[in-house]
């Protein structure tokens, strides 16, 4: 039986990044980049003002003092038509590019025109003025050739309005990822059924789309399939369209666990199944020519952490994330926990913000089917496999969940 860390490495030597296209930019928010994005400009493309005021020469102003001639007013998308000289300045508004001979801006609050003169004059009174002072230089920000967004990164509104300062108005992506949901056990009803004796709703299916939407990939839900080859093998069929197939139900080891040996039957190669992790130990894993599929436990909270540990991992993969594989974070116990498992373990648990650093608490779990209380927490603490009382204000592992 494989450990998490070894699955995980297997599905990484199973799964390839998968193929890329171009999309309007407008339609690549949360998107991976594809290809590195180098600048071809300076950014800013000139010495523009960071704040409306006055362009000097700093030396003028050197002690925060000074009456300056005003030869012209320059706003943004205009140009300067005059250098400015010894005693002289430029009404500017943010944004205009610097004029010649001017290195620093006055804050317009500390000035004051004067228009009795022939010419204007601005009064200045102020700190001390040195160069540089409310200007920014060309290419400050980004030059040409720089690589500005790493291949790999997950496209937010940020990044979108880089390229579009770039001109990019395509950009190459990973294709998203298709996933489909299915649902196995002749005990499941669609959610908007009454349960009979003995049946519930099939919440894993929403639960794992859900769980799809927020990594990024496209969830086609497939419905559920009754404990029987022929219509198991139907449904294998539907999803094998998909680049990514997720079961719940039907892979561990009773009677109507028809599951694992369906999928071998439909041309998918197991890669493992069964992993020391507690929940979850049926996991299934194997991959066809053009499918990834895994094979998750009916408990719903069994495929919830499944999907976060390993599922995840894939769909990372295949979207061109790195790393692909969880990044734990750590946090302090709140109080004392005592702890006892012949598993490594994945609790849930309410991870917090304070000024000393983030506390977790361990929520009131009643194991794998216990789906309510995972609405309580956001997060799940990996204890090691063992007994023991963990002290409160003790650092432990701890995953966040997406969403």
Same mark, same amino acid.
């Given at each position: ?9 297997? %599905? ?10 171009? +999309? ?45 001639? %005003? ?12 250098? %400015? ?22 804050? %317009? ?195 919830? +952490? ?98």
């Amino acid at each position: 039986m494989l450990t998490v860390d070894q699955a995980q490495h297997a %599905i990484l030597e199973h799964v390839a990044i998968g193929p890329q296209h171009s +999309v309007p930019l407008d339609e690549a928010l949360g998107q991976v980049l594809a290809t590195h994005i180098d600048s071809d400009i300076d950014s800013p493309p000139f010495d523009k003002a960071l704040m409306d005021g006055f362009a000097v020469r700093a030396q003028d102003v050197a002690d925060g003092t000074a009456r300056l001639n %005003i030869l012209e007013e320059v706003t943004a998308g205009s140009v300067a038509t005059n250098p %400015i000289g010894p005693g002289e300045a430029i009404q500017i508004m943010t944004g205009a590019p610097m004029p010649d001979g001017a290195d620093a801006v006055v804050r %317009i609050e500390d000035t004051q025109v004067e228009n009795s003169h022939t010419q204007p004059v601005v009064s200045i009174q102020t700190r001390p003025v040195s160069p540089g002072q409310d200007r920014i230089l060309q290419g400050t920000s980004m030059k040409r050739g720089d690589n500005v967004i790493p291949k790999g990164r997950a496209l937010r509104p940020q990044e979108l309005g880089l390229l579009a300062e770039l001109g990019q108005h395509t950009v190459d992506v990973y294709r998203q990822v298709t996933v489909g949901v299915l649902a196995t056990g002749d005990e499941l009803v669609a959610i908007d059924q009454q349960p009979a004796a003995g049946q519930i709703r099939n919440s894993n299916e929403s639960m794992l789309a859900a769980q799809v939407r927020a990594s990024g990939a496209i969830a086609r839900k497939l419905g559920i399939a009754r404990d029987n080859r022929e219509h198991l093998a139907e449904k294998i069929q539907q999803g094998l369209d998909c680049d990514v197939l997720l079961l719940s139900g039907g892979v561990s080891a009773g009677r109507l666990d028809l599951v694992p040996d369906q999928l071998q039957a439909a041309g998918i190669t197991q890669v493992f199944h069964k992993v020391q992790v507690k929940p979850g130990k049926p996991l299934w894993f194997g991959t066809s020519n053009n499918t990834v599929v895994f094979g998750l436990p009916g408990n719903p909270v069994s495929s919830m +952490v499944c999907f976060e540990l390993f599922v995840r991992t894939a769909l990372r993969r295949l979207a061109g994330l790195s790393p692909a594989t969880p990044n734990p974070a750590f946090a302090r116990l709140d109080s004392d926990f005592e702890f006892h498992s012949d598993r490594p373990t994945y609790f849930p648990a309410r991870l917090e913000s304070h000024p000393d650093g983030p506390t977790i608490t361990p929520v009131n779990w009643h194991g794998s089917s216990d789906l309510r209380s995972t609405t309580l927490a956001n997060s799940m603490i990996h204890f090691p496999a063992g007994k023991q009382l963990y002290q409160a204000n003790q650092w432990v592992e701890v995953h966040l969940w997406a969403g």
